[in-house]
């Protein structure tokens, strides 16, 4: 039926999202990759930003979705992640030799097939779920954050001494888990649209999907804080799987219409609503629309230009969500540039601060626990990507604009730095690495949504990529920027070990300088996502009054 095939496909995207997210191992074997390819600190900060480099053609998975069927793009993004991952195994492996500079485009080729992934989640949750995109867009996007603590699992069950391994899974995991979700994308799809639940049923479902995940994501944060043998984690990892099969089985249950019909008999699909209610809801929205502008009317009707802050709060901002826009005129939009800026100060620096985790731990005299942070990181980042649905669910009692919860989320960051900044203890390193990770969770989860709304859901496979271009970009000058302090450091005598043949800078000086760069920026991105939030505020205050119309009328 068409309504368990549309549920199947929310649990398929999910089960892609968790084992695609295999950029948020990097930390856990580069320092390896340094030692076998005999590179500087700044060498490997390019690797890294390499496969940041690669979601800078994100935008031709979005184009490849206009040729070609989505199972296609997915077994496409799968051999990538293969080649790119595979070779870089080998090489780890000693087994072939390749100059820097292929490594460096295997990297890219790596992080390119991550985007593609994210891409066909994004299209599948869009297409499937348009009265809950944003609840379905974060429980899908949610278990990408659960990729590092399951991978960790995986090692630990094969062999928990050889963090080499988790390149040669980063290649063949997603591949195997692409062939998995290949029938349920293979159904063939109804041609009627009339295959919603009422807002009342959809959400029902939902928040019995997200109990499942909040389930599954505390399971994996509590294990993968204690250590444990191979077999245990053999045990475990069962446990993890039984849990993310386990959707399937209540998809069944409680998922079908005919279930919400038996109940609620004069249930009427949304599609089912007149026409002429949406029209005169459209008539509504652009009468207010068309009312707002930067201009302000004196008592005797003259026109007089308003303060440099009306000015630019007013000047050519969105004033209806939802309306589609092409690359060129997103270009344009002083609010798309407002929230590149955001997310370029805000999740992209965690990004780059989660693939450096790995040297940060090691300078601050925690390399046995790289892998502990690098979970820890992970499971947080999970739960913020949960939470970036807790606007959609709380929608009846508090009401704001999505750009406020954005601008809200980006908060924690800044402090993370800081305190970072005081402090070089495991504590602090473990409360800093939480915070950034539920900051960039919800970002990342939230963003989707928030593209989708204010420039398109049909335009978003494309447009959001756009958007993170900021990524490599990002990648290069914060990874630059620590880089180049770490190098400094190592010019001190008492600040340098030697680890398997390569010099380690040890001490806190070796990213205290980093840290406060740091702060600075984010705290940019959260004025920027302020400045977003009251430009958009409008636009989101006119969507919902008119909502409340449609459910008087």
């Known amino acids: 039926m068409e309504q368990s095939r549309k549920w199947m496909i929310l649990i398929a995207s999910t089960w892609i999202q968790a084992f695609t997210g295999t950029n948020f191992d990097f930390s856990s074997y580069s320092s390896d990759l340094k030692s076998v390819l005999e590179i500087s600190q700044v060498q490997l900060n390019y690797l890294s930003m390499a496969s940041d480099f690669g979601k800078a053609f994100g935008w031709c998975s979005g184009v490849s979705l206009m040729y070609f069927p989505l199972w296609v793009v997915l077994l496409i993004a799968a051999f990538m992640g293969l080649v790119g991952y595979g070779l870089q195994w080998l090489v780890i492996q000693r087994i072939i030799f390749l100059p820097y500079f292929l490594v460096f ?14 891409t066909v989640c994004y299209v599948l949750c869009i297409k499937h779920f348009s009265a809950n995109r944003p609840i379905a867009l974060s429980l899908s996007i949610s278990f990408n954050g659960a990729s590092a603590a399951l991978y960790n699992l995986i090692a630990n069950a094969i062999n928990s001494k050889d963090d080499t391994l988790y390149l040669l899974l980063n290649g063949l995991v997603p591949l195997v888990t692409s062939i998995a979700a290949l029938p349920i994308l293979w159904q063939p799809q109804s041609q009627t649209v009339a295959n919603l639940l009422t807002n009342f049923g959809e959400n029902l479902n939902f928040r019995c999907l997200t109990i499942l995940a909040v389930f599954t994501g505390l399971y994996l944060l509590i294990l993968n804080s204690v250590s444990y ?85 007013l000047r050519d901002r969105l004033l209806l969500l939802g309306e589609e826009h092409s690359a060129s ?23 780059v601060y989660s693939n450096n985790l790995g040297q940060i731990s090691e300078s601050l005299g925690y390399r046995s626990e790289i892998s502990f942070f690098v979970a820890l990181y992970s499971a947080c980042s999970f739960f913020g990507r949960l939470l970036s649905a807790a606007p959609d669910f709380l929608s009846n009692k508090m009401n704001y604009a ?19 900044v005081l402090s070089g203890s495991k504590a602090a390193l473990s409360a800093a690495t939480a915070l950034v990770g539920l900051s960039s969770g919800f970002v990342f989860s939230a963003a989707v949504s928030i593209t989708s709304e204010l420039f398109g859901p049909k335009s978003a496979g494309v447009n959001h990529n756009i958007l993170i271009t900021n990524i490599p970009l ?14 400094a450091n190592l010019g001190k005598p008492d600040q340098v070990l030697i680890l398997d043949g390569s010099k380690v800078c040890m001490g806190r000086n070796c990213y205290i300088q980093t840290f406060m760069w740091w702060g600075c920026i984010s705290l940019l991105g959260v004025a920027s996502s302020f400045l977003l939030f009251l430009r958009t505020k409008a636009a989101y205050d006119s969507q919902q009054r008119n909502q409340n119309w449609m459910r008087l009328t």
């Not at 009312?291 to 009306?310: H, I, R």
């Open 105 to 118: 485009l295997l990297c890219v080729l790596a992080g390119c097939s991550i985007c593609w992934f994210n």
């Open 402 to 420: 999505r750009t406020a919860w954005l601008a809200f989320a980006l908060i924690p960051t800044p402090l993370a730095f800081f305190l970072l």
């Open 329 to 351: 005129l997103l270009m344009r939009r002083l609010d798309f540039w407002l929230y590149y800026l955001a997310y370029f100060c805000g999740g992209t620096l965690v990004l």
């Open 474 to 487: 990002g990648s290069l000058l914060y990874g630059l920027l620590a880089a180049l302090v770490y190098e």
């Open 229 to 313: 043998s191979a077999q245990t984690a053999r045990i475990l990892l069962a446990g993890a799987l039984f849990l993310l099969v386990l959707p399937v089985i209540a998809a069944g249950v409680i998922c079908t219409e005919e279930w919400f019909e038996l109940f609620h008999p004069n249930y009427i699909s949304l599609e089912d609503n007149d026409t002429d209610d949406l029209d005169m809801l459209n008539e509504l929205i652009w009468k207010e629309a068309s009312s707002m502008n930067v201009w302000t009317e004196n008592s005797d009707g003259s026109k007089e230009k308003g303060s440099w802050t009306s000015s630019f709060l």
